[in-house]
């Protein structure tokens, strides 16, 4: 055991050592990107997966790109570490992938962490959301049904009022009652 940790804390020291980059704002090598993407996808302690998700969820669009695209390579643990880490960006990319991952998943956990994720973060996802809304797909449509649940009626009435006519008007009564929507209608 006390190897392993020793094993794990040089790993930890070396991805700090890269993650000092991001505050000289220097580009990753395609060595220190091929060593953060080894700690992702080994089998390694969450210390190690966090610190390595860190370093290139905190450095450049570069480097979250290099993430999204190899996200499925990841442990799935490394993987569930990463979902509310992606919804603490600015990069409207990583809503895009974790809006992606909410249609196509069959894990009831990740579904849950990424409703949980787009619910409450920091970036305005409505806009998204509801071009979300033009699908076929049953189950998705009932998965954003759930996020925009939680997001509350509070956080997606801006945006509503916003519009000439509440979009998709039928599926937000379904949400949030007819009354809500009446209100909108009525201010309108």
Do not use: W
């Not at 220097?26 to 992702?40: A, Y």
């Not at 991952?101 to 894990?107: A, G, N």
């Not at 996802?125 to 076929?136: G, Q, R, T």
Request: charged share 25%.
């Amino acid at each position: 055991m006390v190897y392993l940790d020793m094993i794990f804390s040089r790993k930890i020291s070396r991805i700090k050592k890269i993650q000092l980059k991001n505050y000289d704002e220097e580009e990753f090598l395609e060595e220190e990107f091929s060593f953060l993407l080894t700690c992702l996808t080994q089998e390694n302690s969450d210390g190690v997966y966090t610190a390595a998700l860190l370093a290139l969820i905190e450095s450049s669009n570069k480097a979250l790109d290099f993430l999204l695209e190899h996200y499925l390579t990841l442990q799935d643990h490394a993987q569930m570490l990463g979902i509310p880490m992606l919804a603490c960006t600015d990069y409207v990319a990583c809503y895009i992938f974790l809006l992606n991952r909410l249609k196509e998943s069959q894990s009831n956990d990740e579904i849950a962490l990424i409703v949980l994720a787009l619910s409450s973060t920091h970036y305005y996802v409505v806009p998204l959301l509801v071009e979300e809304l033009i699908s076929d797909n049953q189950e998705y449509l009932k998965r954003l049904k759930i996020v925009f649940r939680q997001m509350g009626f509070k956080q997606v009435f801006p945006y509503l009022m916003m519009r000439p006519e509440v979009p998709f008007e039928s599926f937000f009564r379904d949400v949030f009652g007819d009354s809500a929507i009446d209100k909108i209608k009525q201010k309108t």
